[in-house]
């Protein structure tokens, strides 16, 4: 395809060699979460049926198994192994120092989810105040693009709601600086932010934007990067001036302008900052 995608933000992450959208592993890890499962668990049953999915048959530790959880922004892997190396681990981890040989186990891509596991497993966000941030809100990772100068496609994680009369949820999209669609209006593209795969999904969506502008060109009729140069805005404003009597415009007439005071640019700017944006709607 001859495209490189840089990050601006974050780790750089491995990728298919025919696909520079599917991130298949990283350099460095999280573990954020570590812990046990065993035989005694009432769901352990149901839990370990993920190691003998297709054609995995690694279900070989019928007492139970230690488990360590791996993060990275893009890519995330669980680890089986004993249980006896997991409580050592943690016991050799109380300064945050200690690893572990992955020898000893399997590990496996992403988290395990479906019965037993989706009440196992809390929700982790990559921004969380352990780490000096705020729970949820926060940069994930960043992209340059690659066919408009200096501008980024950002991953970040935000508080959001489309409806005035309902609480905030935990989400997770992404930005294009370049063409500055919202995609909070475009269905798909924004998701509850309920772990690592979300995040993934979230990231890999961004990457798909930046090789849908290279392969069909930006404004394209079949790429996802349409800048559409102000044009609605300009309408509304004609509307405000013509029909309502407005003095001026009531909205900045450009996409980069409208999108800084009131648009995700507003609220990646608090992130970048540290800060908590005012929870985002539609």
């Given at each position: 395809?001859?495209?490189?995608?840089r990050?601006t933000?974050?780790?750089t992450?491995?990728?298919s060699d025919?696909?520079?959208?599917?991130?298949?592993?990283a350099d460095?890890?999280?573990l954020?979460l570590v812990?046990?499962i065993?035989?005694g668990n009432p769901?352990f049953d149901?839990m370990v049926?993920?190691?003998?999915?297709?054609e995995?048959?690694?279900?070989?530790?019928?007492?139970?198994?230690?488990l360590i959880?791996?993060?990275?922004?893009?890519h995330s892997?669980t680890?089986?192994g004993?249980?006896?190396?997991?409580?050592?681990?943690?016991?050799?981890?109380?300064e945050g120092?200690a690893t572990?040989?992955?020898?000893?186990g399997v590990?496996?891509?992403q988290?395990?989810?479906?019965?037993?596991?989706?009440?196992?497993?809390?929700?982790?966000?990559?921004?969380n105040?352990a780490?000096g941030g705020?729970?949820?809100?926060g940069l994930?990772?960043?992209?340059?693009?690659?066919?408009?100068?200096d501008?980024?496609?950002i991953?970040y994680?935000?508080?959001g709601?489309?409806l005035?009369?309902?609480?905030?949820?935990?989400?997770?999209t992404y930005?294009c600086?370049?063409?500055?669609a919202d995609?909070?209006?475009?269905?798909g593209h924004?998701?509850?932010?309920?772990?690592p795969?979300?995040r993934r999904w979230?990231?890999?969506q961004a990457r798909?934007?930046?090789?849908?502008?290279?392969?069909?060109?930006?404004g394209?009729?079949?790429?996802?990067?349409r800048p559409?140069?102000?044009e609605m805005?300009r309408?509304?404003?004609?509307?405000?001036?013509?029909?309502?009597?407005?003095?001026?415009?009531?909205?900045?007439?450009t996409?980069?302008a409208?999108?800084?005071a009131?648009?995700p640019?507003?609220?990646i700017?608090?992130?970048r900052a540290?800060?908590?944006?005012?929870?985002?709607?539609?």
């Amino acid at each position: 395809m001859g495209i490189t995608i840089r990050n601006t933000y974050g780790q750089t992450h491995h990728t298919s060699d025919t696909n520079p959208s599917h991130v298949t592993g990283a350099d460095r890890y999280r573990l954020p979460l570590v812990g046990t499962i065993l035989a005694g668990n009432p769901a352990f049953d149901d839990m370990v049926t993920y190691l003998s999915e297709g054609e995995r048959n690694l279900h070989t530790r019928p007492e139970g198994y230690g488990l360590i959880f791996l993060e990275s922004e893009e890519h995330s892997a669980t680890y089986f192994g004993p249980i006896e190396q997991i409580e050592q681990y943690k016991r050799d981890n109380a300064e945050g120092t200690a690893t572990f040989d992955s020898s000893l186990g399997v590990m496996i891509a992403q988290w395990p989810h479906g019965r037993g596991w989706d009440d196992f497993l809390p929700r982790v966000f990559w921004n969380n105040a352990a780490r000096g941030g705020i729970d949820g809100v926060g940069l994930v990772t960043a992209f340059a693009h690659t066919e408009i100068p200096d501008a980024e496609v950002i991953v970040y994680e935000f508080e959001g709601t489309w409806l005035r009369d309902e609480g905030p949820e935990q989400l997770v999209t992404y930005h294009c600086t370049g063409c500055h669609a919202d995609t909070f209006h475009d269905s798909g593209h924004v998701h509850k932010n309920t772990g690592p795969h979300v995040r993934r999904w979230a990231a890999r969506q961004a990457r798909q934007h930046i090789v849908s502008a290279h392969r069909h060109g930006v404004g394209g009729q079949d790429s996802a990067c349409r800048p559409n140069g102000g044009e609605m805005l300009r309408v509304i404003n004609a509307f405000a001036r013509d029909t309502l009597g407005h003095a001026g415009n009531p909205l900045p007439d450009t996409d980069d302008a409208y999108c800084a005071a009131k648009g995700p640019c507003s609220v990646i700017r608090e992130l970048r900052a540290g800060a908590r944006p005012a929870v985002y709607r539609a």
